[in-house]
């Protein structure tokens, strides 16, 4: 059964993590990374969370089975942060949300949902988009294409391009949109742009899939939720795909929720039905602790006010990263415009590095980036980012 398994292709952030890990030069730099780094290079652990960690374990709590679509408590929490404490829609009867394995587990049950029920399976991604969002959707079974969203030419967006790629997709093609702090390009619709995207994706019947992995990267987390909101305002229904991941620094313990907004209350509870079908099926009903916690931190004032005291800390770490950056490289001699590199949001950015630029900064400085130019932001600190900007000054230069 086993012999004629063939090797599957190897992932190329891990790869990189690879060849970053047998490099022996004491001051090499990996910002190939996917994860918040704080000023001493490490994940930090929230002061919030580990004051919700230590309530729970004061708790002594037994460990039952969570329902099939997780605990009610963050359940609720999520929608709150998703649409706002005072949201018309909380109150509708036209939402559910389901505990997921992080964003990625809330991705994956949104694509076996639609699958089963859907006529057309077709997905677009942005292009670039996460690497992920393509594979995971293909593996679910969908034909996957892309639509235009960053222009190379300016480092902006294409919005022009956008627009006419979503006009011409199949009526009812399923969307899958960054909803802030674009990953990999760190390049943002500007509010005035989603209504566009909204137009455009009514007329076409569209599927809208949100993915919102980096709420509080951004602006802070109302403005980071604009365009989910113009999406409730607008009516339609659609999917929201959230991660704690990055906004908790909770990554291993894989915190996520799906929300699904239908069209109206009658929808509500066939829909969750087939949802928890497809939970069931898959690993049952969701793990205790992550959730726990986020519920924990989300439903007390006072952890939520810290936890957002964080959140601006790193926030503004990575801005000041950003900037730090931007003068750094022009210091160092680089003539063509790299501004771009302080409008973009969350933790990445697309530097315009080269391939070769980038093959060039890990084997002469060892200095890590993806292939496509991609650098994490948050990996920088103020002990490596002389060397970095050091660095890209002089492959940029040649
Ligand atoms: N969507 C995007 C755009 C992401 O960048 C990520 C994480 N890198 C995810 C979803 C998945 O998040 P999680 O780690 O919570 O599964």
Redesign the pocket.
């Known amino acids: 059964v086993f012999s004629p398994v063939e090797l599957a292709p190897r992932d190329p952030i891990l790869g990189l993590n690879e060849a970053f890990g047998a490099d022996t030069r004491a001051n090499k730099v990996n910002l190939g990374v996917?994860v918040y780094c704080n000023e001493e290079g490490k994940v930090p652990l929230l002061r919030a969370v580990q004051k919700a960690e230590e309530a729970r374990v004061a708790e002594h709590a037994a460990r039952a089975y969570l329902p099939i679509d997780g605990l009610a408590p963050y359940d609720l929490a999520v929608q709150k942060l998703l649409f706002g404490t005072d949201s018309a829609l909380l109150q509708s009867g036209r939402l559910i949300t389901a505990q997921s394995l992080?964003?990625?587990?809330a991705?994956k049950l949104g694509a076996d949902f639609l699958y089963r029920q859907a006529e057309k399976r077709l997905v677009a991604i942005s292009n670039p988009s996460?690497e992920?969002h393509r594979s995971l959707f293909e593996a679910a079974g969908y034909e996957v294409v892309d639509y235009p969203y960053y222009d190379p030419a300016t480092n902006g967006l294409n919005l022009d391009g956008m627009l006419a790629g979503l006009e011409a997709l199949p009526e009812g093609t399923v969307v899958v949109l960054?909803a802030c702090c674009h990953?990999p390009t760190g390049v943002d619709l500007a509010l005035a742009d989603w209504a566009k995207v909204i137009d455009v994706v009514t007329r076409r019947k569209h599927v809208p899939f949100l993915?919102i992995?980096y709420q509080g990267f951004g602006e802070n987390l109302e403005d980071d939720a604009f365009a989910v909101r113009l999406f409730a305002e607008s009516g339609l229904p659609f999917l929201i795909?959230s991660?704690f991941?990055k906004s908790f620094s909770l990554?291993g313990e894989?915190v996520?929720a799906l929300t699904m907004v239908t069209a109206n209350q009658g929808e509500t509870a066939p829909v969750l039905s087939q949802l928890k079908r497809v939970i069931r099926t898959n690993y049952s009903n969701p793990p205790t602790h992550g959730a726990k916690v986020v519920a924990a931190v989300l439903n007390s004032p006072e952890l939520y006010q810290l936890w957002e005291e964080e959140l601006a800390e790193m926030r503004d770490r990575i801005r000041h990263m950003r900037i730090a950056l931007v003068e750094k490289l022009q210091a160092a001699g680089v003539q063509t415009d790299v501004d771009f590199i302080q409008r973009q949001r969350g933790m990445f950015s697309y530097s315009g590095l080269t391939k070769e630029q980038v093959a060039r900064l890990a084997d002469e400085f060892g200095i890590y980036a993806v292939s496509s130019g991609r650098i994490c932001v948050a990996a920088l600190n103020t002990s490596n980012i002389d060397a970095v900007a050091n660095a890209m000054a002089a492959v940029m230069k040649d």
């Open positions: 996917g992080g964003g990625t587990g991705l996460w992920n960054h990953n993915d992995a795909a991660s991941s990554y894989r996520g």
